[in-house]
């Protein structure tokens, strides 16, 4: 995974990172589509650590678009209207199928932890629920950016 090589004065150390990402409820998911124009949606999605993992429709257009193109471009940001609030982190990659698509509950331990980390987040605990709609989308990031507007009020 490469670094940010610009704004690291407002770059999220890894512990914030990590954090952010696990708290945040949403974020905005943009594929390439068949005639290269972006596509984005909104989506939730899990953190593990080392990993964002998305569970998305498999009809949809942004499964479409992954399917033909797996480059992925992810921000989940938060801040509101105040400027010094903004932060975000944007990460880039390739993303890859994990387990049946759609998801209908075949053992399998990669997605324990995902399941589980998205059962706690979204469903209020307990076990996660299959719906036979939707897919596992692991994106190991290539390239993760990101940014702290309130970490600028620190440096005066």
């Avoid at 690291?8 to 945040?24: H, S, V």
């Amino acid at each position: 995974m490469s670094g940010q090589r610009r704004g690291t004065a407002i770059a999220m150390t890894d512990p914030e990172r990590d954090t952010f990402l696990r708290t945040q409820p949403l974020c905005r998911v943009a594929t390439v589509g068949r005639d290269g124009d972006p596509h984005v949606s909104a989506l939730w999605f899990v953190w593990d650590g080392s990993t964002l993992w998305l569970n998305s429709l498999v009809r949809s257009q942004r499964w479409t678009d992954l399917d033909r193109d797996p480059r992925l471009s992810v921000i989940v940001d938060d801040g509101g209207t105040d400027f010094m609030a903004l932060r975000g982190v944007e990460l880039r990659g390739s993303i890859e199928v994990v387990g049946e698509a759609p998801r209908k509950g075949d053992a399998l331990d990669e997605l324990v932890r995902p399941e589980q980390l998205f059962a706690d987040k979204y469903m209020g605990g307990g076990t996660f629920r299959y719906d036979g709609k939707h897919g596992w989308l692991r994106l190991t990031a290539e390239k993760v950016v990101s940014w702290d507007f309130a970490k600028l009020r620190r440096d005066r």
